[in-house]
């Protein structure tokens, strides 16, 4: 990385020791230590998702990243964008499963995938049409869309 500093350096031979080491520096930082960049809080949260719970408010580059190295890590984020929602929930359906909170650390509001939103249902349709069988409180616009489906016999 070019114009490293060695501050940046130090951190991130911290992060690479263990991922959630960014909760030290993001610790540091708040009471008037080293700022810690965004390259090393994309560091932490590529090695593990889950330290996403420590960066407040992420930008959509960690929140992305996040999700990619591991879905559920969506838990941590308080108001994850619709294409973070989707990824998140694509790469793991197991998500809308969810139903309460497990860790007082939650951000995401327990009832996130009980009311997802008529946008973000109709793109995991459109990804996949299996998802109409799992979403939970599927739009009524969707249930008619998929009995018309199947109707004709294309599900």
Avoid: C
Avoid at 1 to 13: A, P, V, Y
Avoid at 71 to 87: F, G
């Amino acid at each position: 990385i070019e114009n490293m500093t060695d501050i940046e350096e130090k951190q991130l031979s911290l992060i690479k020791k263990n991922p959630y080491n960014i909760w030290k520096l993001l610790y540091y930082e708040k009471n008037g230590g080293d700022k810690v960049s965004e390259n090393v809080k994309l560091a932490a949260v590529e090695l593990n998702g889950l330290t996403i719970e420590f960066i407040e408010k992420p930008s959509f580059e960690i929140q992305r990243k996040a999700i990619v190295q591991n879905p559920w890590s969506i838990i941590y984020i308080e108001k994850p964008d619709d294409i973070i929602a989707l990824i998140a929930i694509i790469f793991d359906p197991s998500l809308l499963k969810r139903r309460q909170k497990r860790y007082i650390e939650e951000k995401l509001p327990f009832d996130y995938f009980m009311t997802l939103s008529l946008k973000i249902q109709k793109k995991l349709i459109e990804h996949n049409p299996l998802f109409s069988a799992i979403i939970p409180n599927l739009h009524p616009s969707l249930v008619d869309s998929i009995k018309r489906l199947s109707d004709i016999g294309i599900i």
